[in-house]
């Protein structure tokens, strides 16, 4: 018997070695089915779990193997890579980081840390870890596609066609690179091309997360040849495969940003005005700005602009107001935020300013901006924290926000409520909820607010840039009007990348009429909004 076990855990070794995990998985689990012990089965079945896609199963196994083996680094590192690709970083992080040193697995280890880093919108440590790994192994095919991917999102063309070339190279198959070739056709202006290689990958890949990448590129690449009817199915289908996909729906729980927390946030904000709380004078306060408004709005066009003003730096949509020494997020609270003591507010003054430095601010330039679009739902936090700060407030026509937001493939890990956008209706039902919060607040703060719309910075680029430059009180500069040519190869971090590279266009101004009929059943919900911001819908 223990022969017949030896033998089947070799073989069930090769199948593994040989790329068969299905012939793998049946060898372990008949051995585990006479001996329930058997830790080497147990942890070459959690790899082939892992091959065949199945992370939960996988970590089960992998699991069990590192309780029982707590020093063994090949379970460490397993286990890590499971819980990577189930998106569980925080508990990845510390098992590959253990790993990175190890002959064997450290490799390893740094792509999946790399993997992590990007999902967390940590671009630039995952594109220094590619970078090592690359120079290490040189013919490594998914890092060099990797590569490829980082440098299409920071808009460096040339570089990103070079290492998917690179990468295909080495392996024709390889569906990241071929992601990568399809965008860079689409980019190209090439849609034909562009549209039959993201119609295959979505068609043939195993993987549900190449097939919604290649959706979503594919329905960018019908909207940009005019074939709306084939752009709306393709991200609706898209959008249905991320909601297949989640493994935690967005709840209705007392989050920040949830429809029940903003719910709850509305009703405390009528029986708390702000004109009623105790004023903090006692501290001089540092140059931050807030852009606000909700996603999709123009805030990324907005930050590209700013950012090229050799006074400003904008922190891109990290939550600086995350760390306080009392969460003032959540509902109950929010009664002792209108009374809280001038040293307590100064003490969260000065946590906000230390998580801006670790988010990457240089604290050098005269102003900061915070771009986080969702802050208009915490204007009261702003007007609490920094009742001084300019509030920039982005608007654009409702229903071009919502079919935006609709149609893009935002990271359901920042922000859970970005869940609500996978669907029209709650997309809608959304944008009426955050506006009714957000517009209210906004009438109660001390704050100087600015609005600016996004057709009118489109059709008057330098009056309305001139205009939001005096009111953050900056000189101007004549570099905001090649803001486009001053930001060449910075990344941003935002699924809007691509509209930063160029001049600005009108092209988008008005794409609802596209899919008018597509946005009838959500024209009620926002009707109200259109009026008020001064659109037209007709």
Same mark, same amino acid.
């Given at each position: 018997?223990?022969?017949?076990?030896?033998?089947?855990?070799?073989?069930?070794?090769?199948?593994?070695?040989?790329?068969? =995990?299905?012939?793998?998985?049946?060898?372990?689990?008949?051995?585990? @089915?006479?001996?329930?012990? *058997?830790?080497?089965?147990?942890?070459?079945?959690?790899?082939?779990?892992?091959?065949?896609? +199945?992370?939960?199963?996988?970590?089960?196994?992998?699991?069990?193997?590192?309780?029982? *083996?707590?020093?063994?680094?090949?379970?460490?590192?397993?286990?890590?890579?499971?819980?990577?690709?189930?998106?569980?970083?925080?508990?990845?992080?510390?098992?590959?980081?253990?790993?990175?040193?190890?002959?064997?697995?450290?490799?390893?280890?740094?792509?999946?840390?790399?993997?992590?880093?990007?999902?967390?919108?940590?671009?630039?440590?995952?594109?220094?870890?590619?970078?090592?790994?690359?120079?290490?192994?040189?013919?490594?095919?998914?890092?060099?596609?990797?590569?490829?991917?980082?440098?299409?999102?920071?808009?460096?063309?040339?570089?990103?066609?070079?290492?998917?070339?690179?990468?295909?190279?080495?392996? =024709?198959?390889?569906?990241?690179?071929?992601?990568?070739? &399809?965008?860079? %056709?689409?980019?190209?202006?090439?849609?034909?091309? &562009?549209?039959?290689?993201?119609?295959?990958?979505?068609?043939?890949?195993?993987?549900?997360?190449?097939?919604?990448?290649?959706?979503?590129? %594919?329905?960018?690449?019908?909207?940009?040849?005019?074939?709306? +009817?084939?752009?709306?199915?393709?991200?609706?289908?898209?959008?249905?495969?991320?909601?297949?996909?989640?493994?935690?729906?967005?709840?209705?729980?007392? @989050?920040?940003?949830?429809?029940?927390?903003?719910?709850?946030?509305? !009703?405390?904000?009528?029986?708390?005005?702000?004109?009623?709380?105790?004023?903090?004078? !006692?501290?001089?306060?540092?140059?931050?700005?807030?852009?606000?408004?909700?996603?999709?709005?123009?805030?990324? %066009?907005?930050? #590209?602009?700013?950012? /090229?003003? =050799?006074?400003?730096?904008?922190?891109?949509?990290?939550?600086?107001?995350?760390?306080?020494?009392? +969460?003032?997020?959540?509902?109950?609270?929010?009664?002792?935020?209108?009374?809280?003591?001038?040293?307590?507010?100064?003490?969260?003054?000065?946590?906000?300013?230390?998580? &801006?430095?670790?988010?990457? /601010?240089?604290?050098?330039?005269?102003?900061?901006?915070?771009?986080?679009?969702?802050?208009?739902? #915490?204007?009261?936090?702003?007007?609490?924290?920094?009742?001084?700060?300019?509030?920039?407030?982005?608007?654009?026509?409702?229903?071009?926000?919502?079919?935006?937001?609709?149609?893009?493939?935002?990271?359901?890990?920042?922000?859970?409520?970005? !869940?609500?956008?996978?669907?029209?209706?709650?997309?809608?039902?959304?944008?009426?909820?955050?506006?009714?919060?957000?517009?209210?607040?906004?009438?109660?703060? #001390? *704050?100087?607010?600015?609005?600016?719309?996004?057709?009118?910075?489109?059709?008057?680029?330098?009056?309305?840039?001139?205009?939001?430059?005096?009111?953050?009180?900056? +000189?101007?500069?004549?570099?905001?009007?090649?803001?486009?040519?001053?930001?060449?190869?910075?990344?941003?971090?935002?699924?809007?990348?691509?509209?930063?590279?160029?001049?600005?266009?009108?092209?988008?101004?008005?794409?609802?009429?596209?899919?008018?009929?597509?946005?009838?059943?959500?024209?009620?919900? %926002? *009707?109200?909004?259109?009026?008020?911001?001064?659109?037209?819908?007709?």
């Amino acid at each position: 018997m223990a022969e017949n076990v030896q033998e089947k855990l070799h073989e069930a070794e090769r199948c593994l070695q040989i790329g068969n =995990p299905a012939k793998c998985l049946e060898l372990c689990s008949e051995v585990l @089915t006479v001996e329930p012990q *058997n830790t080497i089965a147990r942890y070459l079945r959690g790899i082939a779990h892992h091959e065949l896609l +199945d992370f939960d199963t996988s970590i089960r196994d992998l699991e069990a193997v590192a309780n029982a *083996n707590p020093d063994n680094d090949g379970a460490a590192f397993f286990l890590g890579r499971a819980l990577n690709r189930a998106e569980r970083f925080e508990e990845a992080q510390p098992l590959l980081e253990r790993t990175l040193s190890h002959e064997q697995f450290g490799f390893g280890a740094r792509y999946e840390l790399a993997f992590l880093y990007s999902n967390l919108r940590r671009k630039d440590e995952a594109f220094a870890l590619y970078k090592q790994m690359i120079a290490i192994k040189p013919d490594h095919a998914p890092t060099a596609a990797k590569l490829a991917g980082h440098y299409e999102q920071a808009n460096d063309l040339s570089s990103a066609e070079q290492w998917m070339s690179h990468a295909l190279n080495i392996d =024709p198959k390889n569906r990241p690179a071929k992601l990568v070739k &399809a965008t860079l %056709l689409r980019r190209g202006g090439q849609y034909k091309e &562009a549209t039959e290689l993201f119609q295959t990958l979505e068609a043939e890949a195993p993987d549900s997360k190449v097939r919604i990448q290649a959706g979503y590129g %594919l329905g960018k690449s019908y909207d940009a040849a005019e074939e709306w +009817d084939k752009a709306f199915d393709s991200m609706t289908r898209s959008n249905q495969l991320q909601i297949e996909a989640l493994k935690s729906p967005a709840s209705e729980e007392d @989050t920040i940003h949830s429809f029940k927390g903003i719910a709850s946030l509305r !009703q405390w904000l009528n029986e708390n005005p702000f004109d009623e709380w105790v004023s903090d004078t !006692q501290e001089a306060q540092p140059r931050v700005a807030f852009l606000v408004g909700f996603p999709r709005s123009g805030t990324t %066009l907005l930050h #590209s602009i700013l950012s /090229a003003h =050799p006074d400003v730096e904008v922190i891109e949509e990290t939550n600086l107001f995350m760390g306080l020494h009392r +969460d003032w997020h959540q509902i109950e609270n929010l009664r002792a935020l209108s009374q809280e003591s001038s040293d307590s507010v100064a003490n969260a003054r000065r946590i906000f300013m230390a998580n &801006a430095l670790r988010a990457g /601010a240089s604290g050098d330039r005269a102003l900061m901006i915070d771009k986080q679009p969702l802050n208009l739902t #915490s204007a009261f936090l702003i007007h609490r924290i920094f009742p001084e700060a300019p509030i920039i407030f982005a608007l654009r026509h409702p229903l071009d926000s919502c079919l935006n937001c609709f149609f893009q493939n935002f990271s359901l890990h920042d922000n859970i409520s970005m !869940q609500y956008f996978l669907d029209l209706t709650s997309t809608a039902r959304y944008y009426d909820r955050v506006m009714d919060l957000g517009t209210l607040a906004l009438k109660q703060v #001390s *704050n100087p607010v600015h609005r600016i719309h996004y057709e009118h910075v489109v059709g008057d680029f330098e009056t309305e840039i001139r205009g939001l430059v005096k009111f953050l009180d900056l +000189d101007w500069d004549d570099r905001l009007l090649k803001y486009y040519e001053v930001n060449k190869g910075q990344r941003f971090n935002t699924p809007s990348y691509e509209m930063v590279a160029k001049p600005i266009s009108s092209r988008a101004v008005g794409r609802w009429q596209n899919y008018a009929d597509k946005l009838e059943p959500i024209v009620p919900v %926002l *009707n109200p909004w259109i009026k008020r911001f001064g659109y037209a819908n007709d």
